[in-house]
Nanobody, 127 residues
Framework: QVQLVESGGGLVQAGGSLTLSCAASGRTFSNYAMGWFRQAPGKEREIVAA????????YFADSVKGRFTLSGDNAKNTVTLQMNSLKPEDTAVYYC????????????????????WGQGTQVTVSS
């Protein structure tokens, strides 16, 4: 079984920063990509950022481009999301995910490509 453990959520004022970290552990799996998703109350879970290990390609949702950065270590199965200039609309539960099936170049941008999920960490941005 694969477990993903997130850390780093919390409460921050608008304009502030938070760092979310995620580590995958457990049985060995083909890790093609890792990413962060978020889900606000009453909304669907959406992708925030993701990295495809082959080629180190990264993807960011338009809403976070220029404010969030993503880094990771494929060998350690870890990924870190640095969130700057946070806005109240960034408030959500953030989930880490890993994909063992995102073989095609753009598949890592799709929620359906992710097989393993963390339990989520709350990020609240006050105005």
């Amino acid at each position: 079984q694969v477990q993903l453990v997130e850390s780093g959520g919390g409460l921050v004022q608008a304009g502030g920063s938070l760092t979310l970290s995620c580590a995958a552990s457990g049985r060995t799996f083909s890790n093609y990509a890792m990413g962060w998703f978020r889900q606000a109350p009453g909304k669907e879970r959406e992708i925030v950022a993701a990295i495809r290990w082959s080629g180190s390609n990264t993807y960011f949702a338009d809403s976070v481009k220029g404010r969030f950065t993503l880094s990771g270590d494929n060998a350690k199965n870890t990924v870190t999301l640095q969130m700057n200039s946070l806005k109240p609309e960034d408030t959500a539960v953030y989930y880490c995910a890993a994909s063992s099936s995102a073989v095609y170049p753009t598949a890592y941008r799709t929620r359906g490509s992710y097989d393993y999920w963390g339990q989520g960490t709350q990020v609240t941005v006050s105005s």
